[in-house]
């Protein structure tokens, strides 16, 4: 734009008409304006000079002239000049119609003769210029336009697109920011993609719980803004003020911040103002923890604050069900695990503990030897949360043992809890130590290490199954959230006796390792999923109608992981490791030479199972846990191989479930080889929902499973189904448990290589027409080729090795009498006829018609391994 106040009336005219005609020619001339700065004259003039396009550089000068000469006309005439000034309109007709501008015209035109030739040039000799390149240059600069704005909307679409998330992570309590620190840690990280604010608020900022909030600044994380929000009472009017001083603070800080999304975690009321005032205000909100249930206020303001979240990450497959069916979008659920098992499971195994414990408990505590105390109050029942407390202090002054007990939360009814505990003289008794508040990473250890721990908060149903700590939950703070078999419960918390009691069958015990809360992957996950938030996308949430089904699409990356299991299987010759499905599919699978000594054994377990989680994180497998398949007598309770057979080396008397557990953070399960061929029936095989059935093992060995009333059956010494030591023959051949005529002494792919080499030594095993090397290794191969190529001999040995297996499944018929047979392993498909013939000739009439069957499972020992897992990593509900 262009200003003339200051030019004079000649020489602006010149100019105007010089510059019009040379800004035209390049075609770069912009609508012209005129600013007076007399306050009668505001309005500004504005004639496009581009109004050539249609009547040429005549119409140009024409229309820039009257921009100058409008400085010198009446207000009302200006205002009509003003009222046409955006349309284009003829410049006779405009001139026409203004009288004033005729007189205006004729002052100007009488100051410079020159202006009036320019002008006589411009209105009656525009034939003169070459219209044809006035065109192409007007061409020119519309592509040039055009091009412009195509490079402006790409740059801006680019600089949105890197521009940072901005994450606010709000934390109440000592509780949740243990929750939430992992992720900060990782956002913190990500410092190119996130940009991270960080609101305290709630009991963080009291002394009387801690003033937790310095260890959010000991951690190195600017704080962005605190907010004192806390109404003192310890009542339930009290939890109410609190939540609306929150309301009132909260939007003056969320205003200034802006985050893109906030995430809020779990279930105090603290949260819920939270939730409300970014609902509120349109800002995403990413709720953790959502879907779970534990019987108390506490879930109405979890599922409160879930719905009023746009994103959800859950813990647990059954969190995830439960916000599915509140009509959640389970395209915005992550089944993420808990945060605080990343940072859980990597630093628990810390040599210091001992050091941790003394600081806390003094020096003369032991390792296991004392106990962890923390019970919060319960909202909806006050007086009855309170009474167990009494009741609960009582039954730990009896036990006498060193206890660490923590004050409770901040929850109406804490007060009365705290005066309980002084009354009682907790706070001075030589055997507690009462304190406000732990850091995280120490109170990990002193979980890990306590020989119990008892009171009703979360750690002790979540946290605390991953160590195997012993657990007594009281009352019905947690009633409906999923536990391990370390969490005994004490719903019914009446009599000082049955707490007492519950100490007495807890302390001191050790549990399996349980991570149904999380596998130390959680924050990865969770910044995958903020990596993938579309802010572009509508804001309004929506909810699905009807709920959906129970079957769940598995293939939507980040969001639903495959559920999978680690399963190996370890035989005399190979070591095998493989990564299964809840299906059944072997995804990945993993085989070497068995080493011969425990050392080199143990090393190559934990080095194949450590590369096979992390493959399954690149094929986006969850991995749930770990099931060992081994031959021997293995007692599965303690995940110990008891006794081997002489076909594995050095493995008697060996732990397989701890260093396993200890090295990859998963529950193990270990069990016999048969066994776990039985297993791999019921979930995957013939066995599928058939109430007693028989597995029988025909390889290198005879073993097998039973299944009755869908159970395995283990016996009270673990020596139960070994199928393969059923005796037939009272002097029949050296069997390799030390006995005699045992069915694996006449059946077993041993013993079948054993008469084949006699034949051939006596040069009876080859006939006409067998294609035998000599280098060649005799097998049971051979010995069956040949006596389907006619061989007496062969067919003799075979049929008596196909009786004594069909004689000692009958006398299995004939004890727990199931109604199918399974024959699994490489011999399997040759044994099945002559079995059921057996069968038919020999078995009580009852028993005649029991079906004899080959199983069509690739893997038996991996697949039942796997199904272990399967089975029970996912059935942990109490």
Not at 367 to 394: E, R
Request: hydrophobic letters at 40%.
């Amino acid at each position: 734009m262009l200003n003339f106040d200051r030019w004079g009336r000649v020489s602006t005219l010149m100019s105007l008409e010089v510059w019009g005609l040379s800004a035209f020619l390049h075609d770069m001339a912009p609508p012209l304006s005129l600013d007076s700065d007399e306050p009668e004259t505001d309005l500004k003039v504005q004639i496009p000079l581009m109004a050539a396009r249609r009547e040429g550089l005549a119409a140009a000068a024409w229309s820039a002239g009257w921009s100058v000469f409008g400085q010198h006309l009446p207000h009302e005439s200006k205002h009509r000049l003003y009222q046409t000034s955006n349309k284009y309109v003829e410049p006779a007709s405009l001139f026409a119609a203004c009288p004033p501008l005729q007189t205006c015209l004729y002052h100007v035109l009488s100051v410079n003769l020159i202006t009036v030739l320019v002008l006589f040039c411009c209105v009656f000799m525009p034939q003169t210029l070459n219209t044809l390149r006035l065109q192409e240059l007007y061409s020119l600069r519309m592509q040039r336009s055009r091009e412009k704005m195509e490079r402006d909307k790409t740059e801006l679409h680019l600089s949105q697109f890197k521009r940072k998330l901005r994450v606010c992570v709000a934390t109440c309590n000592r509780a949740d920011y243990s929750k939430l620190a992992p992720i900060m840690f990782g956002i913190k990280a990500h410092s190119d993609e996130f940009e991270l604010e960080v609101v305290v608020l709630g009991s963080h900022l009291i002394d009387d719980y801690g003033n937790t909030f310095r260890m959010i600044e000991q951690d190195d994380f600017g704080i962005d803004s605190k907010l004192h929000t806390i109404v003192r009472g310890e009542d339930e009017a009290a939890m109410v003020e609190s939540v609306g001083l929150a309301l009132v603070k909260l939007p003056d800080v969320l205003q200034r911040l802006r985050p893109d999304i906030l995430i809020v975690h779990g279930d105090r009321f603290d949260a819920l103002a939270l939730a409300t005032a970014a609902a509120l205000m349109n800002i995403r909100i990413l709720h953790l923890e959502g879907g779970e249930v534990s019987g108390t206020i506490d879930d109405s303001i979890r599922h409160a604050i879930s719905k009023l979240a746009h994103y959800h990450a859950c813990c647990t497959r059954m969190a995830e069900q439960h916000l599915i069916a509140m009509c959640e979008d389970h395209s915005r659920i992550l089944l993420a695990g808990c945060p605080s098992y990343d940072k859980l499971l990597l630093t628990h195994h810390k040599d210091d503990y001992m050091d941790i414990i003394k600081s806390w408990l003094g020096d003369k505590v032991q390792d296991h030897d004392y106990i962890v105390a923390l019970q919060h109050p319960v909202t909806t029942d006050i007086q009855h949360s309170i009474k167990i407390y009494g009741l609960m202090l009582d039954a730990l002054l009896s036990f006498n043992k060193k206890t660490l007990i923590l004050f409770p939360n901040i929850d109406a009814g804490s007060k009365e809890m705290v005066r309980v505990m002084r009354k009682k003289g907790i706070e001075q008794h030589p055997n507690f130590r009462a304190v406000k508040h732990i850091p995280f990473e120490q109170f990990i250890q002193l979980v890990c290490h306590a020989g119990c721990m008892i009171g009703n908060s979360s750690c002790g149903v979540r946290e605390a199954g991953a160590f195997g700590t012993p657990v007594i939950n009281l009352g019905t703070r947690q009633t409906g959230r999923e536990t391990g078999e370390n969490v005994l419960h004490v719903r019914d918390a009446d009599t000082h006796n049955k707490i007492y009691h519950a100490l007495e069958l807890q302390f001191g015990k050790r549990y399996p390792c349980s991570k149904i809360y999380g596998d130390g992957s959680a924050v990865p996950r969770i910044l995958k999923f903020l990596r993938s938030i579309d802010l572009d996308e509508p804001l309004q949430k929506t909810f699905c109608f009807p709920p959906v089904k129970e079957s769940i699409s598995q293939d939507i990356d980040h969001i639903l992981e495959t559920q999978s299991a680690l399963a190996v299987d370890l035989g005399g010759t190979n070591l095998r490791v493989a990564i299964v499905c809840m299906r059944g599919k072997i995804l990945k699978k993993y085989t070497e030479n068995n080493p011969r000594t425990f050392e080199d054994r143990m090393d190559l377990i934990l080095k194949m199972c450590k590369d096979a989680v992390q493959d399954a994180v690149s094929i986006n497998c969850r991995i749930l846990g770990v099931g060992v398949s081994t031959g021997g007598r293995v007692n599965p309770q303690e995940g110990v191989v008891l006794h081997s057979t002489k076909l594995i080396q050095e493995w008697s008397c060996v732990n397989l479930r701890t260093p396993i557990s200890d090295a990859l953070h998963l529950p193990v399960w270990v069990d016999n080889d048969g066994n776990c061929a039985a297993l791999a029936e019921k979930k995957f095989g013939h066995g599928k929902g058939v109430e007693n059935f028989v597995t029988v093992i025909t390889g290198t060995g005879i073993g097998g499973g039973i299944i009755h009333h869908h159970e395995l059956i283990h016996g009270s010494t673990f020596c139960a189904a070994e199928l393969g030591h059923i005796m037939v023959s009272l002097e029949g051949p050296e069997c390799s448990c030390g006995s005699r005529g045992c069915i694996e002494a006449y059946a077993s792919g041993m013993a079948l290589q054993r008469e084949a080499k006699m034949l051939h030594d006596e040069d009876l095993l080859k006939v006409e027409g067998m294609d035998m090397k000599i280098c060649e290794p005799i097998t049971a191969a051979h010995l069956i080729s040949a006596a389907r190529m006619g061989n007496s001999k062969a067919a003799a040995v075979l049929h008596k090795a196909s009786t004594a297996l069909g004689v000692g499944i009958v006398n299995i018929l004939h004890i727990v009498n199931p109604s199918l047979v399974v024959l699994s392993g490489v011999l399997g498909s040759f044994y099945q006829e002559p079995v059921q013939q057996v069968i038919s000739q020999r078995a009580l009439t009852s028993a005649q018609t029991i079906r004899v069957v080959t199983s069509h499972l690739e893997e038996p020992a991996l697949l039942g391994a796997a199904s272990m897992v399967l089975d029970y990593a996912t059935r942990r509900t109490y």
